[in-house]
T-cell receptor, first 111, second 116 residues
Framework: SQQGEEDPQALSIQEGENATMNCSYK?????LQWYRQNSGRGLVHLIL?????REKHSGRLRVTLDTSKKSSSLLITASRAADTASYFC???????????FGEGTQLTVNP | DTEVTQTPKHLVMGMTNKKSLKCEQH?????MYWYKQKAKKPPELMFV???????INESVPSRFSPECPNSSLLNLHLHALQPEDSALYLC???????????????FGPGTRLTVT
């Protein structure tokens, strides 16, 4: 499968702590994106990092990309209860035309 | 306006019914997508339209029939569905340049479909 794999599958932390989620993939990519999905709702785009970028920030989000290891991480700093959601990485392969989602990480932030 | 709207929010249909899901966006995006998502699983791509033409069909059964009447609207016509087709159906749109999928996608809230 060319789908990304994410770990952990589930993560439970306290408010104020940092949350780190990892994503691995198998083939060369054009870009990697992270999305958030609140329970039963649509996905919200968080951040896109291109294959020639190594790190990107957006507010409390920090994404890294290591193309040599075919992996990415999403760090959410100073987490809030409202960050509780499923987080998916999604990749566009170099010669592909579709977005392929990883299995997702379910993040629970306890007040 | 960065919103993608989908109607209806919920749909219950029998296996002999014909129904349609609707999706609309006014962001000027020329790529639109249908995804199917089962509980606790990632979205699975079904169809991609680029400039109102079907560009990708992920071997979806013919009981699902997509339609793109214009650049703002995307429909998914449903006929003779099976109970295993029950899922959340998500519509998304994006800029179509650079292959569409290379751009961020904006998702609608989805239609929760139950086939009885």
């Amino acid at each position: 499968s060319q789908q990304g794999e994410e770990d952990p599958q589930a993560l439970s932390i306290q408010e104020g702590e940092n949350a780190t989620m990892n994503c691995s993939y198998k083939t060369s990519i054009n870009n990697l994106q992270w999305y958030r999905q609140n329970s039963g709702r649509g996905l919200v785009h968080l951040i896109l990092i291109r294959s020639n970028e190594r790190e990107k920030h957006s507010g409390r989000l920090r994404v890294t990309l290591d193309t040599s290891k075919k992996s990415s991480s999403l760090l959410i700093t100073a987490s809030r209860a409202a960050d509780t959601a499923s987080y998916f990485c999604a990749t566009t392969f170099t010669f592909g035309s579709r977005l392929t989602f990883g299995e997702g990480t379910q993040l629970t932030v306890n007040p | 306006d960065t919103e993608v709207t989908q109607t209806p929010k919920h749909l219950v249909m029998g296996m002999t019914n014909k129904k349609s899901l609707k999706c609309e966006q006014h962001m000027g995006h020329r790529a639109m997508y249908w995804y199917k998502q089962k509980a606790k699983k990632p979205p699975e791509l079904m169809f991609v339209y680029s400039y109102e033409k079907l560009s990708i069909n992920e071997s979806v059964p013919s009981r699902f029939s997509p339609e793109c009447p214009n650049s703002s609207l995307l429909n998914l016509h449903l006929h003779a569905l099976q109970p295993e087709d029950s899922a959340l159906y998500l519509c998304a749109s994006s800029q179509a340049n650079m292959g569409g999928a290379r751009n961020e996608q904006y998702f609608g809230p989805g239609t929760r479909l139950t086939v009885t």
